[in-house]
């Protein structure tokens, strides 16, 4: 629930001048999106709406244990693919269209292991308690 939660406010955040700089360059998609949350990662409008529905995904998953954990695993790994991908394309190709810049890169990949951990080893499975022998009706 947490996590979904952090990534609604962050969609949100990305909307907002001031705590976005270089709003007024905010592009629909692509690497020409200059607008950086906490002046520090690249967003696009596109971006900040991959956050949105993150967070509502991560909200409404959170309702069961196996929900969570689908979440934080699939999350992380789809994390994890998106910091390689960040890697091999160039902060100018056109095939950045997500954008993602440095920080975001290194980010993803944080929350990729993060994400990953949490879903593996939050709610360990409960044990199963065995049942003592009953005694002998008479």
Known sequence: MVVGIVFLLVGILGF????TT????LKFAGHHSEA???GLFQVSILHNIVHLLFGIAGIALARSISGSKS?????GIIYLILW??????GGESAANFVPLNNADNWLHL??????IALGVLSA?????VQELPRPASR
Do not use: E, F, T, W
């Not at 907002?16 to 705590?19: H, M, S």
């Not at 979440?71 to 999350?75: C, I, P, Q, R, S």
């Open 16 to 19: 907002i001048p001031g705590v």
């Open 36 to 38: 950086l949350l906490l």
């Open 22 to 25: 270089g709003y007024d360059s």
């Open 84 to 89: 390689i991908y960040g890697l091999v394309v």
């Open 110 to 115: 944080v929350l990729g292991v993060g994400m």
């Open 71 to 75: 979440y934080l695993v699939a999350g």
């Open 124 to 128: 360990p499975k409960r044990d199963r």
